[in-house]
């Protein structure tokens, strides 16, 4: 990795200006940095202030031949943000204006850089509803949310970001701008494709209407097993619950030692519905949630109506990931699929390998729409156990796609999945994808080096 060139950064001042270039070690430190915890530097951070900067930008970098990275707020899973061999991040949290909302058309219209969290605050203000929640939300872009088709609790109901993008204008990898209007195939191809083919710099997203009220059941199972019947059960009768979430018994020891609360009995398995609608169709519907429930096992249930009440049911869920990362140094997180039938199949693996292998698995995530994240847990300074989990992670996957599954729910695939992608796809698709990216980019600036393994020629 060269020096940036002098008169790189020179154009660079001059289209952001002077005091939007970091290049301080602490700031070069602190855009190192995604969620995966592997830091690999940028020789340069530009804070771009007006979405007007980006095509000049991309220009300049591909005249020169550097990388630019785009960022949101860089708590992805997979490296996506990250420079590969140097090169420049691309900051995007300044363009954070929310344009317009149309409460006629059901319609947002947003800068990329905009907070999920705070897009839904304000169309809940008017009685609309933007249902994508990334647990991430409140910190995560939309942007973000974008390029890596960010999905949440409610996708078991409402789908992913993807099914709530009307269209994007973006600045393609050599700066021409393109507004994906009503053309659904360029928003597609742009959709999830983690900043490699296009920087988003405004986002069309429809809207719902609020859903006036919710009823959350949560409900501790004796095993997994009986879990997952209920999981089924409830998918099969056609109740549409707008969330399902799962935490196995590791996962609920984790959390509650986190949260100094005792543990729940033995191997007990949680799991948390949410219903919403009019009034009506909750009040009618609880009843059934209930019944399948006492019908498959439960052992302990909990009812809440009121909104403080529902908070306390789901912080156990919410305590999820941050409390299965003090188990131990590394936490090796898969964000897998499996077809919802093949769910009980999928977990039974898992309490195999984790017996096998003697390792930590805790594992939690979307039951209602297959997605799990499993959490192969282990410390890199023992390198018997960073060994097993590694043998272990090589066997998860490969159940999966056993399974009919997929090895990425909605984390991406960055860097942290690119060596497995060959597995899930044959190599026609990856040579495509790469021909793709060669034609929309054929100087390889844009975000270089990620999903797409290089082809070996
Ligand atoms: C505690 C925690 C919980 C999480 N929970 C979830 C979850 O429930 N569901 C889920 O899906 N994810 C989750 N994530 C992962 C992450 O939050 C999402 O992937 C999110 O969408 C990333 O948004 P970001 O703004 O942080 O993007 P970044 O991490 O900054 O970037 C992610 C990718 O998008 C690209 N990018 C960013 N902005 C743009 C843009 N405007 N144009 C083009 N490319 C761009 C980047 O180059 C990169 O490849 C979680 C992460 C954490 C840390």
Redesign the pocket.
Known sequence: MGKLPPAFIRGLRRIVGRKNLLQKPTDLFAHSY??TNKPLQPQLVVRVTDRGQVPPILRLANFFKIPI?????????TG??LTVRGGVVLL?DRLNRILGIDETRREAVVE?GVVTEDLQRAVEKIGLFYPPD???QDV??L???F??N???PRGVRYGVTGDWVKSVLAALPDGTLVDSGEDPALTQLLLAS??TL???LELRLHLAKFPPDTATVRALFPDTAKACDAVTEILSSGLAPSKLEFMDAETLRCVSRYLGEPPPPGDSTLLLVELDGSPGEVGDNLPAVRGIYERRGAVELSVAREAAEQEKLWAMRRAG?PAVARLKPLKINEDVVVPRGALPRMVETIEELRHRYNLSIPVFGHAGDGNLHVNVMCDPADSGEHARARKALDELLAAVLALGGTLSG???V?LSKQPFIGRELPESVIELSRRVKRRLDPRNVL?PA?IIPPSEE
Do not use: I, M, Q, Y
Not at 70 to 75: D, F, K, N, Q
């Open positions: 995604d969620a990275v785009p960022r949101g707020a860089g708590t992805g899973f996506g943000s995007l990329p990334p647990a991430s995560s872009t942007g973000g949310n390029s890596e960010a999905g949440g983690e900043g296009g920087v988003a990931s909605e984390h991406g960055g975000n990620k």
